[in-house]
């Protein structure tokens, strides 16, 4: 059974910082494509970035680059989403996902790679 709980949401003003986390049993351990996806009210869910943990190639979407960094702690077995200066189009539940398998594929924003979800998180970003 995999357990993936996603912590660290909340509401911040625009411009403003927050830090997902996403507890992942022993699977960052085991070494897998893990990463982050967010769905806007009325809008399709959207892949934010994801992480290869064993190679550390990670990908991201254009709209958060320079802004969003995905990372690991090993020994927490945490994967981390450090989000910095959000904008108010930011705003949605955000998803920690797990591919079950070691590498990220090409395809990383199609949701269909991943068959493991969190509950999600919400993050609100006032303007």
């Known amino acids: 059974q995999v357990h993936l709980v996603e912590s660290g949401g909340g509401s911040v003003q625009a411009g403003g910082s927050l830090r997902l986390s996403c507890a992942a049993d022993?699977?960052?351990?085991?070494?897998?494509?893990l990463g982050w996806f967010r769905q806007a009210p009325g809008k399709e869910r959207e892949g934010v970035a994801v992480?290869?943990?064993?190679?550390?190639?990670?990908y991201d979407v254009d709209s958060v680059k320079g802004r969003f960094t995905i990372s690991q702690d090993n020994d927490k077995n945490t994967l981390y989403l450090e989000m910095n200066s959000l904008k108010h189009e930011d705003t949605a539940m955000y998803y920690c996902?797990?591919?079950?398998?070691?590498?990220?594929?090409?395809?990383?924003?199609?949701?269909?790679?991943?068959?493991?979800w969190g509950q999600g998180t919400q993050v609100t970003i006032s303007s």
């Open positions: 996902v797990l591919s079950g398998y070691r590498t990220c594929a090409r395809s990383w924003s199609d949701q269909g790679e991943y068959a493991y």
């Open positions: 022993e699977y960052i351990r085991s070494r897998y494509c």
């Open positions: 992480l290869a943990t064993v190679t550390g190639t990670s």
